[in-house]
Each structure stands twice: as structure tokens, then as C-alpha cells.
């Protein structure tokens, strides 16, 4: 549902993403780990469509991004790290604004605004203005209005900053399961780690640009970490400096993947 090949992107002498390659089959949920300045943010941009990538393809549910823009949007739903809102309107006109958008028809935005409202708790404040919402009330609000139009590929950016722990919850429990019954690749950058153990069936770990390891996470436990099976100890022995090269021979054991510097 979502390739990536050959993806990079450099900004004067920095390599930001350096031709990278991802896959996210339907049903999966991917998590895109990796620390400060590893090219996470950049890469989730250039899947947006928000960058321009210097070289590499970008295939969302069949539609090339470059060369299909519109296709590829229409059925990527997406949430950056920082979403801007519209604050003088209230949550229900923010919804039918994004509906408009993508020409969702007002039964669809009246069942599933509804629907999303009830769930993320924020039925009482739809028709209150959107700059009297708190951080989170605003994230809930954002995920709801990416859902409207029902897409097929999900992509979102730090997805739990703000939350409560039911609001948290409430993320993790919707991504599983729309990725089991509907069948959508969602495609998430975290710096939780306890979130990608417990809902990403798929990790994929960034490091200077580059994929240093892209598999399941148990795979990625058990195969790199040997500490235990702690996804965050797997993910600091991974992204540690010091022991980049002696990990570097054992990546490529079965579905992980290794690229040289």
C-alpha cells in the first residue's frame, strides 16, 4: 500500500534522508523510530506531498505522489507533528471544512463526524470555537478530521503529544483496528517506544538518514538486542554510536536490513 524506493532529500551539506526504502503492506501499522535529526520528520513530509523529494518514488495505494498528486492524496489521510487548526471556527465547521476538502457528501460527514466526535469525547465542544480546546482536545480533533474521507493509507507524526492516557488509549486501540478490519497501512513516527512495542505490527529505525534496521519487533528484539527483549534497549544498542559498526554485520539477518554508510 505504501512503497518508498530510493528516497532521499539533502538540505546544503546535510543528508537528511539518504535513498532510503520502505514498504508498508494493507493492515500493517508501521512504526518510524529513530532519534532527534535522524530524517523522520523529513521523510513523513516527503510522504505527504508538503516536499519534494531530490530523487526517489513515493506510491500511495497505487498512485504515484509526483506524478499523481491528487489520486494519492485523495486516500492518504494525514497529521503532521504540528497541525494548524482554524481556531476562529468551531470543531463541527472545522470537520465540514475538511469535508469539503475531499468532497465527502453530509451524510458521510454526519455519520462519521458524529462518530468521531462521540469517541474522542469532544461531542460537547463541537460547537464551541476551536482556540477554547486544550493541546489535546485539539490533537483528537485533527485525527477525527483526517478519518472523514475514509482513506486507505494513514500517516501521522507523533500521534500521542498532548494526549491524556485515555486519549492515548483511545489512538492506539483506533489504529489497530482499523488496520485489521479495514485493512489501512498506517505509517506513525514516535519517540514512544512503549507504543510501537504494544501496536506496530512493522518497525523500521532511522539513523543519520539512513534504515539501519526494518522489521517486526520481535524480530528486532530478539535477533539485535539480546538484553532481554526491551524494544528501547534494542533501540539505544541500534542508534548508539559507539556500536554502530560491530552491529552493523548483524543486521541482515533474516528480514532485517543493513545499509552501509
Not at 150 to 173: C, N, S, T, W
Not at 212 to 220: E, K, L, M, Q, V
Not at 228 to 254: C, I, P, W, Y
Amino acid at each position: 500500500m505504501i512503497t518508498v524506493e530510493n528516497l532521499a532529500k539533502r538540505f546544503n551539506k546535510t543528508q537528511a534522508v539518504d535513498h532510503i526504502n520502505l514498504h508498508v503492506p494493507p493492515g500493517e501499522v508501521m512504526g518510524f523510530l529513530g532519534p532527534n535529526g535522524a530524517g523522520k520528520t523529513t521523510t513523513i513530509r516527503m510522504m505527504a506531498g508538503l516536499m519534494k523529494p531530490d530523487t526517489g518514488t513515493i506510491v500511495l495505494a497505487g498512485f504515484d505522489l509526483l506524478s499523481q498528486p491528487e489520486q494519492a492524496k485523495a486516500v492518504t489521510g494525514f497529521v503532521p507533528d504540528r497541525p494548524y487548526l482554524y481556531e476562529k471556527l468551531t470543531g463541527w465547521e472545522f470537520l465540514e471544512f475538511i469535508a469539503g476538502i475531499y468532497r465527502v457528501e453530509a451524510s458521510e460527514l454526519n455519520r462519521l463526524g458524529m462518530q468521531y466526535l462521540e469517541m474522542f469525547e469532544l461531542m460537547d465542544w463541537k460547537d464551541e470555537l476551536i482556540e477554547g480546546y486544550s493541546h489535546g482536545m485539539k490533537q483528537r480533533l485533527i485525527i477525527s478530521s483526517a478519518l472523514l474521507h475514509q482513506p486507505k493509507i494513514f500517516i501521522i507524526d507523533e500521534p500521542m503529544v498532548g494526549l491524556d492516557p485515555r486519549g492515548v488509549r483511545l489512538v492506539k486501540d483506533l489504529f489497530s483496528q482499523m488496520a485489521r478490519s479495514r485493512g489501512m497501512s498506517v505509517f506513525l513516527s514516535t519517540h514512544t517506544l512503549a507504543v510501537a512495542e504494544e501496536i506496530c505490527t512493522l518497525i523500521t529505525i532511522i539513523h543519520k538518514g539512513k534504515i539501519i534496521a526494518s522489521d517486526t519487533p520481535g524480530n528486532i528484539k530478539d535477533r539485535i538486542a539480546r538484553t532481554g527483549g526491551n524494544l528501547e534497549q534494542a533501540f539505544l544498542k541500534l542508534t548508539g554510536h559507539d556500536e554502530m559498526d560491530s552491529l552493523r554485520g548483524s543486521l541482515g539477518v533474516g528480514r532485517l536490513t543493513a545499509v552501509s554508510e
